[in-house]
C-alpha cells in the first residue's frame, strides 16, 4: 500500500535540525496514527484532525540515507492489545506520523490528507487489514528511532493458525474468513464505499 506523506512545517525544521546536526540528532519517530478530519492547510497542523487510530509500528529498514518504515492498522485492535476493536466506522481522511524534535517535545512530522477518503470500517462490519510502507529520506540523522512492537511482528499464517474455527463458521462469522480470503488474494485490502 502506498501512501505519500508530506512533511509538516514542525517536520520541515525538524529535518532541517538535523541535517545542521551533521550526524549527531537522530530521527526518533514516536507513533503513526490515523484520523477522520481534514485541513485547509495540512502542512501547518501541529495533530492530525479527529484522531480515530494508531498503527502498530512493525518494521524499519535502512538503506544509506532512505529508511523504510512499515506498519499495521487494523480494525480488530492492534496486536499487543493496547488498542481495542474498532467499534464504529469512520472516514479514513489523514495519516499522520510522529516524531521527537530535541527543543521542542513530539511533532506532527509527516501528514497524508485525502479529498475521497476510504472507509475504515467498524470491527462488526468487516475485517480489514492496511500495512503501508514509507519511505524517508533520513539525511544527516546518526541513528532512525522507531518503537517496533513485537506483537505486530506475528505472521499472517500464525494468526490464521491461532483462531479457532466454529462449528458453524460462515463468511460472516468472523475473523478467521477473513484471513483466509487475505491469503488466497495478495496485497488484498478491502475498501468499502
Known amino acids: ?6 512533511l509538516t512545517s514542525a517536520g520541515q525544521r525538524l529535518k ?32 492530525v484532525i479527529n484522531q480515530q487510530q494508531t498503527a502498530t509500528i512493525t518494521g524499519r529498514t535502512v538503506t544509506g540515507i532512505r529508511t523504510s518504515i512499515t506498519v499495521l492498522l487494523t480494525n480488530w485492535g492492534n496486536p499487543s492489545g493496547t488498542e481495542p476493536p474498532l467499534t464504529a466506522g469512520y472516514p479514513l481522511s489523514q495519516w499522520g506520523m510522529f516524531a521527537m524534535d530535541p527543543d ?17 470500517p467498524a470491527a462488526s462490519e468487516m475485517g480489514i487489514t492496511l500495512n503501508p510502507t514509507w519511505n524517508i529520506i533520513t539525511g544527516n540523522a546518526s541513528d532512525v528511532i522507531v518503537q517496533i512492537d513485537p506483537a505486530g511482528l506475528a505472521t499472517m499464517q500464525s494468526i490464521f493458525n491461532s483462531v479457532e474455527v466454529s462449528d458453524t463458521e460462515t463468511p ?6 477473513h484471513y483466509r480470503f487475505m491469503q488466497d ?9
Not at 24 to 47: K, Q
Not at 104 to 120: A, H, K
Open 172 to 177: 460472516a462469522s468472523g475473523v478467521r474468513t
Open 1 to 6: 500500500m502506498s501512501i505519500h506523506m508530506q
Open 104 to 120: 521542542v517535545g513530539e511533532i506532527l512530522y509527516r501528514i497524508s490528507q485525502f479529498d475521497s477518503p476510504n472507509y475504515m
Open 16 to 47: 532541517a535540525k538535523i541535517e545542521a546536526g551533521d550526524g549527531t540528532i537522530p530521527l526518533d519517530i514516536t507513533r503513526v496514527v490515523t484520523a477522520s478530519g481534514t485541513s485547509p492547510d495540512p502542512l501547518n497542523l501541529t495533530n
Open 185 to 193: 488474494v495478495p496485497n488484498y485490502i478491502p475498501v468499502v464505499p
